[in-house]
């Protein structure tokens, strides 16, 4: 090979690496596009678990590199969980120790429905839940003290995202998009209402708030098929929520749950007297309280047919008699 056909490859080759660099780094996902690619899924977990969408997005963005970690794009975590109990698909990278486990996912909108159920189903994070569910602030420092990271600093990255970004305006359900076209390349917020109280469906029907969880009165001709498709849920969420089977049928002004039942009743709810008609079911749905624990605090079981006159412990456990 002569020195001219040696300089020509040696050119060719630096030109080559320059573009791989430059496409390489074209395809960084920025934060404003990471927002507004997942706002949009940050808010609907909001509605159906309680969680704020900010702190949603926050841990995203921090947890992820906004998307552009290995874990995120390597397993689609994009929360960092680990594997714990978990039984899917994983991966193995060093973090706190050498080759720690991480749960593998088949897409991104699988790790934030995890995200979420993660979240409620672990214990030390029960607390939490008894939050606002726009009291970002509290949710960051209490995913510190309950363990989510072991960082001292967690919650004020989580607070600095969510401000520098105004995240807090998804925990009213503004979404927040990219607008591709705009040549300025700015966001654009769209309102969809309060999440506390708003219409969003084309019937114009309202979605009331009872012990921090959201509700819906069910109409006449409502079916829990027709209410899940108009809320954009899963049927079986709707009936879960709501300790319904699919062959129930609903009753005009009922109470409907589009978010998990709380473990107890709201704070100065501490007892009901039953009235005549009422079951644990109704009582269940009338104070937002989960069905099984309603039985569970009373020494009672679900076949047990409650009277008129019989008082129910709606927040502690009743202690079983001394005989």
């Not at 706002?39 to 552009?68: F, H, Y």
């Not at 990255?157 to 591709?180: A, C, H, S, T, Y």
């Not at 654009?188 to 708003?198: A, M, V, Y």
């Not at 002004?253 to 007892?271: C, D, H, L, S």
């Amino acid at each position: 090979m002569n020195k001219t056909v040696f300089k020509i490859l040696v050119v060719f080759l630096l030109i080559f690496s320059s573009q791989i660099i430059v496409i390489a780094q074209e395809k960084r996902i920025t934060r404003t596009e990471y927002i507004a690619l997942y706002s949009d899924w940050a808010i609907r977990e909001m509605k159906r678990t309680g969680i704020p969408a900010s702190i949603t997005v926050a841990q995203g963005c921090l947890e992820s590199d906004d998307g552009n970690s290995w874990l995120a794009k390597e397993a689609n975590n994009h929360f960092g969980i680990k594997c714990h109990t978990w039984e899917g698909e994983k991966v193995y990278k060093d973090d706190d120790a050498k080759d720690e486990c991480f749960r593998k996912y088949k897409s991104a909108k699988d790790s934030f429905d995890d995200h979420g159920d993660f979240l409620l189903k672990t214990k030390r994070y029960s607390a939490l839940f008894q939050l606002s569910s726009k009291d970002y602030k509290g949710w960051a420092k209490g995913l510190k003290e309950a363990g989510y990271a072991t960082n001292p600093k967690y919650p004020a990255l989580l607070i600095q995202i969510i401000e520098d970004n105004k995240l807090f305006e998804i925990d009213k359900g503004v979404r927040i998009q990219n607008e591709k076209n705009d040549s300025s390349k700015t966001k654009q917020r769209k309102k969809l209402g309060d999440i506390d109280n708003f219409a969003i469906t084309s019937t114009g029907r309202e979605i009331k708030l009872h012990n921090r969880i959201k509700f819906i009165i069910s109409k006449s001709t409502d079916t829990p098929d027709a209410i899940a498709k108009e809320l954009d849920m899963f049927t079986w969420e709707l009936l879960r929520y709501n300790d319904l089977t699919n062959d129930s049928t609903l009753r005009n002004g009922q109470i409907i749950y589009i978010q998990p039942k709380r473990n107890k009743a709201e704070f100065g709810k501490e007892t009901h007297i039953v009235k005549q008609g009422e079951t644990l079911n109704s009582i269940s749905q009338l104070y937002g309280i989960k069905l099984n624990k309603l039985i569970t605090k009373n020494n009672l079981t679900l076949s047990y047919n409650v009277k008129a006159g019989d008082i129910l412990n709606l927040r502690k456990r009743k202690l079983p008699v001394k005989k």
